[in-house]
Each structure stands twice: as structure tokens, then as C-alpha cells.
């Protein structure tokens, strides 16, 4: 289950409506581009030696690709899944590594490798029988031309790029046309900020707090409780606080809390004066975080936010409190530990130390790729043979098949045997005792 907010009151909801709602969402994008004038124009007048697009239920736009005969590079912004690895026949062995929507980390006991393979099961089959058909209809609807079945065209990709970096998560295994390009939107310069801004920054050595509960999540939507709480702890702490708030007026503000409807994020990180980041554990903003090395106290909502923050939380510069529970002490004791304790800004900083340290940026090893893929044609050679393969083909339950149809014929032919020796064995005693008599 995860947490989702609605007019300032929690709502759970399921891992299957999740996935209902993914599929209503990707077709509604899907639909909406294949629909929209300008596309329309596109396909009608325009060649392309190159496609890219995020393939976060989006699959039916992997037609594009036939349809303009151009190689198709796709795009995740959170690292990969089930149908992202499919794309490429990733290998994803569930024995160590977690599922997003667990809070599990590369070392799992008996247990949770248990609830890691069924989680995997059940995003599979939700992905085929949930995700998948409304793709497929969209597919089928605008390129009924296409010689690809819809299955084809989700492997008729050259390359992912991948929005991960092992030392954000841990190493796993990727084939040669999956990509790590974690950090790629953040800039090793960082945009100027606008000039209050940078005077309130400069002139504030003695920290900034910055807030913000990302896009999905507005802080204007938080319950009344929660508000009042969080208002009160910035009025006692007396830290100068920079809130993402998505309404003009806040009542009740204090006088050292800045609220503003949106800020720039990477820029307000890499400030020196920001000691802290209060967020809700997307893995954009973890990486910015990471990048910028600040500290955060997590607050996560959804999705694989939940495991964001455990991460965060297990490599020692994060502390994750639960917004549903969430009271002044818990906040406020939360805060002054994560600003008073060094071990949580020493933990981030040699993070950042590791993450940064790479041979190209994120954005120069993207622009290489893409580049490669160009110029070869595709890069058809990068392509592993398992993109070519059935599902059955590729896990070779054809092939377990087989086999344990070899096994059970040689045990039923053993059987047989022993039963036919046996009757021969007691036939001859029986004989035998007749003789006697």
C-alpha cells in the first residue's frame, strides 16, 4: 500500500489501482500525442534519423520507430522496473535486487526475497494484463499499418537511458544498451538564482532550511494538523526556512519561513548556506541532494519514495519520518538532529565524493550514446539476443518443460520396469510353491 494526498486528507491505495491508474494516464499521454495537430504534421511531412522518449507507460509511441524508420532510444527517469528491463531483456535477479516498491535493500533475508519474487510476479502479471492491453489498443489504433506486432515494437529499441548511478543505489547488472546516466539534468553549474534570493542565501551563514514535497504532493494540500505543526516547529527553531508553497499567502508564517510557488531546486542545493533538505524522497530530488551533498529529513509519499528515503536513511545522511504520523516533537526533534549532528552532512558529502567522481558527466555520456547509436545505424551489435526471444524462450520453461518430461517418462518407465520384474519374480515364486506341493 502507499499513500497518496487528496484535498488535505491521506488515502491509501492499492498496488493494483496504482497500476489502473499508470494505464489510464499512459493512454490519455499516449493518446494525447498521437492526436495533437503538430505530431500530426510531423508524421505527415517530417523524417527523423533519431527518436527519444520516456517509456514510462508510454509503449505504444515505441511504433514511432517503424513508422519512421529511425532508431528509437528510450528514456526512464527512475532507474528501471520489470517493463523498462523487458524493453532490452535485462537481466533483474530478485535475489538481491529489491522491487521499487519495497523498502528492502541489495541483502535480504529468506523472507524478503520471498516478498521480492511475488512482488515481481505480481508487477509482471499487472504490467501484461493491466498496463500493457491499453498500450496495445493505442498501437494498434495509429499504426495499424505497422508490420510489428505491439510486442516487437517494445523491443525495437537501440538504447535505454537509465536516470541511475550504482553509487546511488548499488551495482546490478546491465547488458551493453542500458545506460546510467543518473544526475543527467543536473548542471555542474548551477542556473544564478534570482537576486533576493541570492542575498537571502549570502546573508544567511548560520543555515537554510529548504522544503519541499516535489510535484505530485502540495504542501498546500497537507491536513490543517500538519501545517499547524510544521509552522510551529519553524517559529520555535527560528532557522530561516525556504518553503515550496503553492498558494500566495500562508497564515500564520513566521517571519524567518520564505514561501514561494516554485524555486530552482539545483540551484537553491548547491547554495553553501543550505544545510538541509526536507523532502519527499523523489529520486530526482534525491540526486540532487546527493550531488549537492545536503543532508534530508524524508518524508515520502508514494511510489518508490518509500524506498528512496530507506536508502537514503541506511547510507547515513537521511532520517524519514511518516506524514501521516507526523507530530511537532517528531518534527522539530527530526531537524535539530539531521542540524546538529555532523555525521549526516560527513555521510552525504563522501557520496557526493563518489557520484561526481566519473569519467564524463551524466549529460556527456548521454550525448556519447546517442551519438553511438547514430552512428551505427542503431548499434544493432549492442543488442543482446534475449530481445529476440519469447518470454518462455527466454526463462527456457520450454525447456524446463522438456526436462522434467524426460524425468517423469524415465520414472514412469522405471516404475513399469520394477512392476514388470516384480510380477515376473512373484510369478516364478508361485510356480515354485506349486511345484513343491
Known amino acids: 500500500m502507499v499513500t497518496e494526498l487528496a484535498a488535505g486528507e491521506g488515502a491509501e491505495k492499492s498496488f493494483f489501482e496504482e497500476f489502473i491508474e499508470l494505464n489510464t494516464l499512459g493512454v490519455t499521454v499516449s493518446t494525447n500525442v498521437m492526436e495533437n495537430v503538430e505530431v500530426k504534421k510531423l508524421m505527415k511531412n517530417e523524417k527523423f534519423d533519431l527518436i527519444i522518449i520516456e517509456v514510462l507507460g508510454t509503449e505504444s509511441l515505441l511504433g514511432l520507430g517503424e513508422y519512421f524508420q529511425a532508431p528509437m532510444i528510450g528514456v526512464s527517469t527512475f532507474g528501471t522496473i520489470g517493463f523498462i528491463d523487458y524493453l532490452t531483456a535485462n537481466p533483474s535477479p530478485a ?202 529529513l524524508g518524508v515520502p509519499v508514494m511510489g518508490d519514495q518509500f524506498m528512496n528515503v530507506k536508502n537514503s536513511v541506511k547510507a547515513g545522511f537521511a532520517l524519514r519520518l511518516d506524514l501521516r504520523s507526523l507530530t511537532k516533537e517528531k518534527f522539530k526533534q527530526n531537524i535539530q538532529e539531521l542540524w546538529t549532528n555532523p555525521t549526516y552532512s560527513n555521510a552525504v558529502k563522501k557520496l557526493s565524493k563518489r557520484f561526481r567522481d566519473q569519467p564524463l558527466t551524466p549529460m556527456e555520456t548521454a550525448i556519447f550514446w546517442v551519438e553511438y547509436v547514430l552512428r551505427h545505424d542503431g548499434a544493432s551489435h549492442i543488442r543482446n539476443a534475449g530481445q529476440d526471444l519469447s518470454f518462455w524462450q527466454y526463462h527456457n520453461i520450454d525447456v524446463y518443460v522438456i526436462l522434467s518430461s524426460f524425468v517423469v517418462v524415465v520414472f514412469v ?8 520384474v516384480k510380477k515376473i519374480i512373484c510369478g516364478s515364486s508361485k510356480k515354485s510353491k506349486i511345484k513343491k506341493t
Not at 211 to 216: A, L, Q, R, W
Not at 413 to 420: D, E, G, T, Y
Request: glycine share 4%; aromatic share 10%; hydrophobic share 40%.
Open 95 to 296: 535475489s538481491y535486487i529489491p522491487h521499487m516498491s519495497l523498502e528492502y535493500d541489495s541483502h535480504m533475508s529468506l523472507w524478503q526475497r520471498t516478498v521480492n519474487v511475488l512482488a515481481n510476479v505480481v508487477d509482471d502479471l499487472c504490467t501484461n494484463f493491466l498496463l500493457m492491453p491499453g498500450q496495445e489498443k493505442v498501437y494498434r489504433k495509429y499504426f495499424h499499418n505497422a508490420k510489428l506486432s505491439f510486442d516487437e515494437a517494445r523491443r525495437n529499441v537501440s538504447l535505454v537511458l537509465l536516470n541511475d548511478h550504482f553509487s546511488l543505489r548499488a551495482p546490478r547488472p546491465y547488458v551493453p544498451n542500458m545506460i546510467e546516466v543518473g544526475g543527467l539534468h543536473i548542471k555542474q553549474k548551477p542556473d544564478p538564482l534570482e537576486e533576493d534570493l541570492q542575498k537571502f542565501l549570502d546573508n544567511s551563514p548560520e543555515g537554510v532550511i529548504y522544503f519541499s514535497m516535489g510535484s505530485n504532493v502540495k504542501s498546500k494540500d497537507l491536513p490543517p494538523q500538519t501545517l499547524k505543526d510544521i509552522l510551529s516547529t519553524f517559529a520555535e527553531l527560528k532557522i530561516k526556512v525556504l518553503w515550496k508553497f503553492e498558494l500566495e499567502e500562508l497564515p500564520n508564517k513566521p517571519a524567518n519561513v520564505v514561501i514561494r510557488k516554485w524555486f530552482n531546486q539545483p540551484s537553491i542545493l548547491a547554495h553553501p548556506n543550505v544545510k538541509l533538505f526536507i523532502s519527499h524522497g523523489g529520486y530526482l530530488s534525491t540526486t540532487e541532494t546527493i550531488f549537492h551533498g545536503k543532508p534530508i
Open 413 to 420: 518407465l522405471m516404475a513399469v520396469f520394477i512392476s514388470f
